[in-house]
């Protein structure tokens, strides 16, 4: 998966999570998950669940804590899904 | 300094009527709300009856209740019902939802039992399943005993006092004491106040082996919950939620709000589980006295009542509660008031009940009628011992009623009333200031 593939799922993850839906459109790899679209912190814990079903990979801690914005995402769900193959 | 307290939102989700109107038409018409219900005959209930709102949790985010965010995750049914009730009472106030600012003049005091058992179910498969990472963030909100008061509270920007208060089957009327007495004493101009039950199998399944439902009208339901009747077997379990907007009069009177009616006053006790009284028993005593303060605190004698709101589940705690209120206001024979059991129609709903008969008494007040008690076929021949028959209406009484007491007794012997009244804007006997 190229990270241009990564974010377009990642849109689908965050989706349930933000009302900003024009933002989500929008997202780069700079997108602040709670800045720009306005996610409550505590989502954050169920958006790495859900990436973790989604993509069948486990997250740590350490790993999570990278998840804040849409790059940090795409670095994690690319690490974890190459861990794998 | 004391003020006045009214009533200007009332949002209701009862088994036979979800909304002010369809449960106005509902007690009007002495519609039930009790079915059969398919899953308790195959969970070897004993009673396989009970009274559930026709209610869909979807509606909470497609009717603009809450965000689609805060619906994604919301599985607690309880506090599905609390929530629609409570806006529906800010809405029917006049009230927007929206707010950018705090709105601290504004509290909300709302209960009930358990938060969820059935949400709680998931909770304990995943952790029992070692599987507790997968629960996500959304589950402590909706475990907490606080639930209904936070989702409110954070919905509609409330900022004073949010208080969840949890005291068995007297729940709902003390919620709506607390609201009142915050609002005389002055602490808030308006509060939210109400109560909420989801009764599912777990809770159901308890009460089941307690022996104290109704087992006997599994293939009539309607007829399942008899209050005062000869053939009373037990009370019928329901679900559901009320809420009440109460504001300062004049806060009311200045913004121009729709004024249904005043709460006169309350009282809340317990008999101490002493003299007769115990974990599931009233002591008569403590009922009694429950009852004479809250005549005595809202300014009015035993004889202005026209209405009693009772508690009356249809157990023979019934007859007991029809002597305790004959000496509580000195009044018995023809002289009793006229007396009616919304139970009959919508079963026990528990935590939600003093709330949802609250709304069911306001309505009388309002509409000018005493609805009917259904099922009362057979009434039991030891109540003409104490009142006439004449006081209980087995078909609609309409009349003009001033002033209701409504009360509820609970588990661990605990009581509250409530007397509400007609407004009377020129009643300046009721000016404390």
Redesign the interface.
């Known amino acids: 998966m190229t990270r241009q593939e990564i974010l377009n799922e990642l849109k689908k993850v965050l989706s349930p999570y933000t009302l900003d839906k024009e933002a989500l459109a929008n997202i780069d790899e700079g997108t602040d998950l709670i800045k720009d679209l306005k996610i409550n912190s505590a989502n954050l814990v169920d958006i790495i669940i859900d990436a973790e079903s989604k993509y069948n990979i486990e997250i740590d801690y350490d790993a999570a804590d990278k998840m804040v914005n849409v790059g940090g995402c795409i670095d994690v769900i690319e690490e974890k899904t190459n861990q794998q193959t | 300094m004391s003020r006045r307290v009214v009533v200007t939102g009332m949002g209701v989700v009862s088994p036979n009527g979800i909304g002010i109107s369809a449960f106005l038409d509902a007690i009007q018409n002495g519609v039930s709300g009790i079915k059969f219900q398919p899953l308790y005959e195959e969970l070897k209930f004993s009673c396989q009856v009970a009274g559930r709102p026709d209610f869909v949790l979807e509606d909470l985010k497609t009717r603009n209740y809450i ?3 805060v619906f ?2 919301l599985k607690g049914t309880n506090i599905g019902y609390g929530l629609m009730a409570a806006l529906d009472a800010w809405a029917d106030a006049g009230l927007e939802y929206d707010t950018d600012e705090t709105r601290w003049e504004t509290g909300c005091i709302f209960g009930n039992s358990v938060s969820d058992t059935e949400a709680m179910k998931n909770v304990i498969t995943r952790v029992d399943n070692k599987e507790a ?2 629960l ?3 589950v402590v909100e909706q475990a907490m005993n606080s639930g209904v008061t936070s989702y409110v509270s954070g919905r509609l920007g409330l900022g004073n006092k949010v208080i969840t208060n949890s005291a068995a089957c007297a729940t709902g009327t003390q919620a709506i004491l607390m609201g009142y007495e915050t609002i005389k004493d002055g602490y808030a101009k308006r509060m939210l106040v109400g109560s909420s039950e989801y009764v599912d199998t777990y809770v159901f399944g308890s009460f089941d082996s307690m022996r104290v439902l109704s087992r006997k009208y599994n293939d009539q339901p309607e007829k399942a919950s008899r209050p005062m009747s000869t053939t009373a077997g037990g009370f019928v379990p329901g679900s559901g939620s009320a809420a009440l907007v109460l504001e300062d009069l004049d806060f009311a009177l200045a913004r121009g709000a729709r004024i249904y009616a005043e709460v006169l006053g309350g009282s809340t006790n317990s008999g101490g589980q002493r003299t007769g009284g115990s974990m599931t028993a009233a002591n008569p005593q403590g009922v009694i006295r429950c009852i004479e303060e809250a005549v005595a605190n809202s300014n009015i004698s035993g004889e202005d009542i026209d209405l009693i709101s009772g508690h009356l589940t249809a157990t023979n705690a019934d007859m007991q509660e029809i002597q305790n209120w004959c000496k509580a206001l000195g009044r018995s024979g023809d002289n009793f008031p006229l007396m009616n059991s919304l139970k009959s129609m919508i079963g026990h709903c528990l935590s939600a009940a003093g709330s949802i008969e609250s709304v069911a008494s306001i309505l009388q007040i309002v509409h000018g009628f005493a609805h009917p008690n259904i099922n009362l076929d057979d009434p039991n021949p030891e109540i003409s011992n104490h009142i006439s028959l004449n006081c209980l209406p087995t078909s609609v009484v309409k009349k003009k009623i001033n002033i209701v007491a409504k009360a509820n007794f609970g588990f661990g012997d605990v009581n509250s009333c409530l007397i509400f009244s007609k407004f009377n804007p020129n009643d300046t006997t009721r000016d404390f200031k």
């Open positions: 965000s689609e965010v994604h995750g990472k997968k996500g963030s959304r």
